[in-house]
């Protein structure tokens, strides 16, 4: 009888795999972060485009720690905030009229900052809150 030899059974190498998932790993990563998705521009059916609406003066609300500012006067002690905005707001309908600009600082509990942006509300304003940023400008809020 004839002997059977022992057949070895080829192996594929695994060595440089590693090394090509971690180029396309590396690959993915850069490829990624490479650009920011801004989105696209949109003109909405039935809305005017922004270029096209005259410039319009916000009231706007400072917060201080002992102090309420509307406009740029003082709100005095025996005077309604919802009253005060609600003279300011008279008389305007288009909603981009009656956005009211809310900012406070830093020492502004948030319990007085609710008050105002609940007057706000009450008076048929629109709160947009200020946020101040390290360059130290203001920019609507979310």
Do not use: C
């Amino acid at each position: 009888m004839r002997k059977l030899k022992k057949r070895e059974l080829p192996e594929i190498p695994l060595a440089s795999t590693a090394d090509v998932a971690f180029l396309l790993l590396i690959f993915f990563l850069v490829a990624a972060s490479a650009g920011t998705d801004r989105g696209l521009p949109l003109d909405l059916p039935g809305t005017e485009r922004s270029k096209d609406l005259k410039e319009v003066e916000n009231l706007e609300i400072t917060i201080k720690p002992d102090m309420l500012l509307v406009g740029a006067k003082p709100l005095e002690q025996d005077e309604d905030l919802v009253e005060k905005i609600r003279f300011h707001l008279e008389g305007k309908i288009n909603p981009e009229e009656r956005v009211v600009l809310i900012q406070a600082d830093d020492a502004v509990s948030y319990q007085r900052w609710t008050e105002v942006v609940s007057a706000v509300e009450l008076a048929g304003g629109i709160p947009a809150p200020q946020i101040e940023e390290a360059g130290g400008e203001a920019s609507p809020g979310p």
